[in-house]
């Protein structure tokens, strides 16, 4: 069974810090992506990757394709309030394979 | 608007009653998924769809049956709900497959008692 693990579970910290969220699993995916979902609503797309190494940066956020394409970090710079909410990674073995979503990570940014 | 739809929002049923819960979307998507989400466990996909006609499962297909007959229409059916089956429901699409950005729709919150 295919897994994907996320750490940490929970994060809460002041505005301004900056900060790291992981993404682990034992298999190979041809892309991860990662989505924020906020209380009531469905999940919302932030970035694929799709190339081993590949880094990509959406203004404070920068995220990062392991070099084997197992894993993923997110990392948030100077994180604000409006950055609250739960990272969900994403990952399909193949374009149109079934998708496995790891558990979360429930971000709290203090004002 | 490009979006996906579901019906109803929330739901309260008893044991053994069939419900049906609708999703739509307005984009010429190809692939359509179902998603149960619980606490700690994250989105699990129940089933999925690449095309009209074409169903597949996913991780926790149990209890669950989905049909496609019509590319914009994707229903999930309980045809014996148990309160086990509690959860969020989401439905997604995405333009052509599981890898590609999925819209969400609003989420349907059901509760079997």
């Known amino acids: 069974t295919q897994l994907l693990e996320q750490s940490p579970q929970f994060l809460s910290i002041q505005e301004g810090e900056n900060l790291t969220v992981y993404c682990n699993s034992s298999?190979?995916?041809?892309?991860l992506q990662w989505y924020r979902q906020e209380p009531g609503e469905g999940p919302v797309l932030l970035v694929t990757v799709v190339t081993g190494g590949e880094v990509k940066k959406l203004k404070r956020l920068t995220f990062q394709f392991g070099d084997a394409r197992k894993d993923s970090s997110l990392h948030i710079t100077a994180a604000q309030p409006g950055d609250t909410g739960l990272y969900l990674c994403?990952?399909?073995?193949?374009?149109?394979?079934?998708?496995?979503f790891g558990p979360g990570t429930s971000l709290s940014v203090i004002p | 608007e490009a979006q996906v739809t579901q019906n109803p929002r929330y739901l309260i049923t008893v044991t053994g009653k069939k419900l049906t819960v609708t999703c739509s979307q307005n984009?010429?998507?190809?692939?359509m998924s179902w998603y149960r989400q619980d606490p700690g466990l994250g989105l699990r996909q129940i089933y999925y769809s690449m095309n009209v006609e074409v169903t597949d499962k996913g991780d926790v297909p149990e209890g669950y049956k989905v049909s496609r007959k019509e590319k914009r229409n994707f229903p999930l059916i309980l045809e014996s709900p148990s309160p086990n089956q509690t959860s969020l429901y989401f439905c997604?699409?995405?333009?052509?497959?599981?890898?590609?950005?999925?819209?969400f729709g609003p989420g349907t919150r059901l509760t079997v008692t």
């Open positions: 997604a699409s995405s333009l052509l497959g599981g890898s590609y950005e999925q819209y």
């Open positions: 984009m010429n998507h190809e692939y």
């Open positions: 298999s190979v995916f041809s892309s």
């Open positions: 994403a990952g399909a073995q193949t374009s149109y394979d079934k998708v496995i």
